[in-house]
Each structure stands twice: as C-alpha cells, then as structure tokens.
C-alpha cells in the first residue's frame, strides 16, 4: 500500500531552519506530483510548495524566497528546506503526492517559538 512517511519537525526559534523530508513507498515515485501542505490550529489545510514529475514549482506567497521544494527520484524522497522561519509557520507539515488519486502522510509539527 502507498504510504508517505514525514520527518524532521520540531521547535525552532524565530529566524531558524528545519529541513522536512518525505519517503513514499507503494507508488511509482517520478511519475507523481508532491507536494507539502500545512495546517495551523483553528485554520484551514493549506498549500505550502508543490513540485510535478517534471521538475515545476509553486510556493504559497508567505513563503516564497524562504522554502524551497525538491525531490529525489532516486530515493523516492521530497525536501522542503525552510529558512528564515516565523511564528507563523507552526503548523503540522503534511507530505501530498498526486496523480489521480492524493495520497497524504501523516504529518510533523513543526513549531517555531522562542
């Protein structure tokens, strides 16, 4: 069966990095678009960056110029490298891959406090 395996949340203070990683097994990996989503408390799940079988991009606009996506095909693996992070950003970070059907993880808290 597919599963979407998260890691690397945690806490962080303000002006911090953390780098979330996303193995997927039980798909043909390259063929799938990924994608990271997160939702905070009280709010709706949100796109947070995406990147398609071939290599294109889109972030949210809250965090353009401070995460980038990427993908390794070869380990069925996605990254989203977050720098510069804010309070804003608590969330619980969710792996997506999609193709006709969407498939989710189960998310890592990423919390970012002083």
């Known amino acids: 069966q597919v599963q979407l395996t998260e890691s690397g949340g945690g806490l962080v203070q303000p002006g911090g990095s953390l780098r979330l990683s996303c193995a997927a097994s039980?798909?043909?990996?390259?063929?799938?678009?990924m994608g990271w989503y997160r939702q905070a408390p009280g709010k709706q799940r949100e796109l947070v960056a995406r990147?398609?079988?071939?290599?294109?991009?889109n972030y949210a606009d809250s965090v353009k110029g401070r995460f980038t996506i990427s993908r390794d095909n070869a380990k069925n693996t996605i990254y989203l490298q977050m720098n510069s992070l804010e309070p804003e950003d608590t969330a619980v970070y969710y792996c997506?891959?999609?193709?006709?059907?969407?498939?989710w993880g189960q998310g890592t808290q990423v919390t970012v406090s002083s």
């Open positions: 997506m891959a999609s193709r006709t059907k969407d498939y």
């Open positions: 039980g798909i043909f990996f390259s063929i799938y678009t």
């Open positions: 990147i398609t079988s071939v290599g294109n991009i």
